[in-house]
């Protein structure tokens, strides 16, 4: 690793936009990040704890000067504004490529440490379409007898981000209605399950 900063780690709340501090690592491969982690992980940081960033530098897979002479640039381009998590507080960095755009403080509170991050597919987006009785539409539009689908492969519920947790429980309320459905078509297959579909199709 080079040491240089990956991207803009604050420009939206993990809560809003999730995929945002995942986006790390395909941003910039090489790069490193500075992001809050509960205090129950910072034992399983790399080398923890570090008293000084040079011994972080000494544990971590990085280049060190490069990583130290990031910290320093970071540290000097944050403003002396009121921080506030709660909200976006436009405490944001001057000066620096890519900019942090809220909540920058500089780094110079010891104990630090440091975590490998990778990316991940957190899910698709894409995916089968359904009714909000949860059945499996054709190319038509038509209910599929006999075929349910909820969770990660129902397609159409988001685009381009979602809010956190929207994933499980969109999971849960489409498992829910497709068990339902399921359960009462393997009673009475011949009566067929678009009589019952709750969106009327
Ligand atoms: C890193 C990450 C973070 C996430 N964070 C969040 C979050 O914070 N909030 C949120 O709401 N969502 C989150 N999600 C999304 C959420 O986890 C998924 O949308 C959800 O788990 C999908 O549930 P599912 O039951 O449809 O599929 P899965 O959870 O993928 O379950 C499918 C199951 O089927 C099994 N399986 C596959 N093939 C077979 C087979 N042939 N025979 C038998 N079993 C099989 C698999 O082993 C698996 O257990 C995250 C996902 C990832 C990857």
């Known amino acids: 690793m080079t040491g240089a900063r990956a ?24 790069g490193i990040s500075d992001v809050f982690v509960p205090a129950r992980l910072r034992a399983q ?16 897979e990085v280049d060190r ?17 009121p921080y506030d998590p709660t909200l976006k507080d436009g405490k944001g960095t001057v000066g620096i490529t890519p900019a942090k755009s809220n909540w920058a403080l500089p780094m110079d509170s ?3 440490v440091g975590f490998a991050v990778t990316c991940g597919i957190t899910f698709t987006f894409g995916g089968l379409r359904v ?15 006999g075929l349910y689908a909820a969770g990660e492969l129902v397609g159409g519920l988001f685009y381009h981000n979602y809010p956190g947790g929207s994933g499980l429980v969109s999971g849960a309320v489409f498992g829910r209605i497709a068990g339902q459905q399921a359960a009462q078509y393997a009673e009475a297959p011949e009566r067929g399950t678009s009589q019952r579909s709750l969106s009327g199709r």
Do not use: K
């Open 7 to 30: 991207s803009d780690s604050t420009v939206e709340f993990v809560q809003i936009a999730p995929g945002g501090v995942r986006r790390l690592a395909p941003a910039h491969p090489g």
């Open 45 to 60: 940081g790399r080398g923890a704890p570090n008293h000084t960033l040079e011994e972080l530098a000494d544990g971590l």
């Open 65 to 81: 000067e490069g990583f130290l002479q990031t910290i320093r640039e970071f540290n000097a381009a944050c403003q002396d504004r």
């Open 110 to 112: 010891p104990p630090y």
């Open 131 to 145: 009714n909000t009785a949860a059945q499996v539409l054709d190319l038509d539009n038509h209910p599929i007898p």
